[in-house]
C-alpha cells in the first residue's frame, strides 16, 4: 500500500520566501524520511473532497490545510475540519510552524456566520475552532473568537465548541472575554519545553502560556482545559515530566503529546523521530499524574480526534466525581 506525506509542494519549495520570509537567511535544514510507523495514505475519500468543497464555499481556512497536517485525510474523510478563524497570516514566526507570517489583513465580520453555517451543515457534534496569532489587535482576537461561539451556538445549539487559542501575550482582559463566552473545551499548546522557547517559540512565553491555562480554571472551573507538546526537538525525558507537573498544577484536563514533523527545509529540524514505545510511556506517566485524559501517539495532533476525545473526557470527569 503507498503511502505519502501529505504536504503541498510549494510550501516546501516556495515556503520560506513566500509564507515565511522571516525564515529565508536561516540555512537549510533536509527534511528526513520518516519512519513507517508515522507514514500515512494519501486523502481520496470522496467526503474528504465534499469536505474540501464546503470550506472553499464559504471562504474558511482550516488549520488542517495551512498547518500541512498529516492527519487531514482521516479527519476530512469523516467531516471533521478545524476551522482557523481571523485569517491566514500569522504575527508569530515559530520555528516549527507552517502557517504563513506577516501583517494579516482586517477581521472579517462575516465570518462568525460563514463558520457557523458550515458546522451546522457538516452536522458536526464537536468543533474545533483555533486562529493565528493577532497581535495586531487590541484584544488579540478575543472578540472574534466570543463571536464566532455565539455565532455557532446559534446555528448549531446542539454542537459542542473546542477552541484552541493564542496566548493573549499583554492583552489584559482578552481571556475573559473568551471565557465568558463558555466553550465546552478551551485548549491552548505549550508546544515545548521551556529551554526550547527562544529557539522554537520565541514570540511567546512558557509561564505566560500557563498562566492562561490557570486562568481558564479560576474563572470557570466547569470548562474543559487542554493542552499539547511536540516532541522530536531535542527536549529530555525529565523536561516534559516537569511541563506535566506544571499542567496539573493549573489543573489542566487532557495533554496531547505528538511527533514533532518539520514543514520545509527552512524550519527547525527534527532532532529524532521519538518511538511508540516512547509515547506509551509518555502517557502512562501523564496517567499516573492526573489527567483525566491523555492522547501521546507519533500522529496525535491537538484536534485528532476531538470529537470522541470530549465524549471521553465528559465521562472521565463523572467516573472521577463518583
Not at 503511502?3 to 520560506?16: F, L, P, V
Not at 489583513?105 to 460563514?114: F, I, K, Q, T, Y
Not at 463558520?115 to 497581535?135: K, N
Not at 523536561?239 to 489542566?252: F, G, K, N, W
Request: net charge neutral.
Amino acid at each position: 500500500m503507498s503511502s505519502t506525506r501529505i504536504e503541498i509542494d510549494h510550501r516546501q519549495t516556495a515556503g520560506a520566501g513566500v509564507r515565511h520570509p522571516e525564515k529565508a537567511h536561516r540555512p537549510d535544514q533536509p527534511i528526513q524520511r520518516k519512519p513507517a510507523w508515522i507514514r500515512v495514505k494519501a486523502p481520496n475519500h470522496p467526503i474528504y473532497h465534499e469536505t474540501r468543497a464546503l470550506m472553499r464555499e464559504n471562504k474558511l481556512v482550516t488549520v488542517c490545510e495551512e498547518a500541512a497536517c498529516p492527519n487531514i485525510g482521516e479527519c476530512w474523510s469523516q467531516r471533521h475540519a478545524t476551522m482557523m478563524i481571523m485569517g491566514d497570516t500569522c504575527t508569530r514566526a515559530c520555528s516549527f510552524c507552517n502557517v504563513r507570517t506577516g501583517q494579516p489583513e482586517a477581521l472579517d465580520g462575516a465570518e462568525p456566520g460563514r463558520v457557523a453555517d458550515a458546522v451546522a451543515r457538516l452536522g458536526l457534534r464537536h468543533v474545533v475552532i483555533t486562529s493565528v496569532d493577532r497581535d495586531d489587535l487590541a484584544d488579540g482576537g478575543a472578540g472574534h473568537f466570543a463571536a464566532v461561539i455565539g455565532a455557532i451556538r446559534a446555528a448549531a445549539p446542539a454542537t459542542t465548541i473546542e477552541i484552541l487559542t493564542p496566548d493573549f501575550l499583554r492583552k489584559p482582559g482578552a481571556l475573559e472575554v473568551v471565557v465568558a463566552a463558555r466553550p465546552d473545551v478551551f485548549n491552548h499548546n505549550l508546544e515545548t519545553v521551556p529551554r526550547l522557547y527562544p529557539s522554537i517559540r520565541p514570540g511567546a512565553r512558557y509561564y505566560q502560556s500557563l498562566r492562561l491555562l490557570d486562568r481558564v480554571k479560576q474563572i470557570d472551573p466547569t470548562i474543559f482545559t487542554k493542552s499539547g507538546l511536540m516532541v522530536g526537538l531535542g527536549e529530555g525525558r525529565a523536561e516534559i515530566l516537569q511541563v506535566m507537573d506544571d499542567l496539573r498544577v493549573a489543573e489542566v484536563d487532557f495533554l496531547t503529546i505528538g511527533q514533532y514533523l518539520q514543514p520545509t527545509i527552512k524550519h527547525a529540524a527534527v532532532a529524532e523521530f521519538v518511538t511508540p514505545e516512547h509515547f506509551a510511556d509518555y502517557a502512562s506517566m501523564a496517567r499516573a499524574r492526573g489527567f483525566l485524559l491523555v492522547s501521546a501517539t507519533p500522529l496525535t495532533r491537538s484536534s485528532y480526534h476531538a470529537d470522541a476525545d470530549f465524549a471521553a473526557l465528559k465521562a472521565a470527569r463523572l467516573a472521577a466525581a463518583a
